[in-house]
């Protein structure tokens, strides 16, 4: 499964658990948007980052509190082909993610940090 495209109907819906749930199932997955879910927490992007290693693409924006500097640290840390993420209107990011992101995501291309 190389892409999860999510409609905006079941975004509204989508729960942390569910990511994880995919992410322990789907190891291929290459890129998810998930853009304005607010029910994305830190422990689902963690989970992507530590069972999708091909991840190049991740949006998570509009997911406002509920993602740190710990998802963003774990994705620099576990997937390395990251190219474009999606932060924009994510309020708790800070330098630290990004410093992770700049030295250990060197083929980042895209990083959308709007309205942080």
Known sequence: MPAADV????????????????????????????????????????????NCPKLWRLDLGGCHDNITDAAVIALAAKCPQLSDLRLDACFNITDAAVVALAAKCPKLLMLDLSFC
């Open 7 to 50: 409609g905006p109907s079941v975004l509204v819906r989508l729960h942390h658990r569910r990511v994880v749930t995919l992410a322990a199932n789907c190891p291929k997955l290459s890129e998810i948007i998930l853009n304005t879910c607010s029910k994305i927490t830190d422990a689902a992007v963690v989970a992507l980052a530590a």
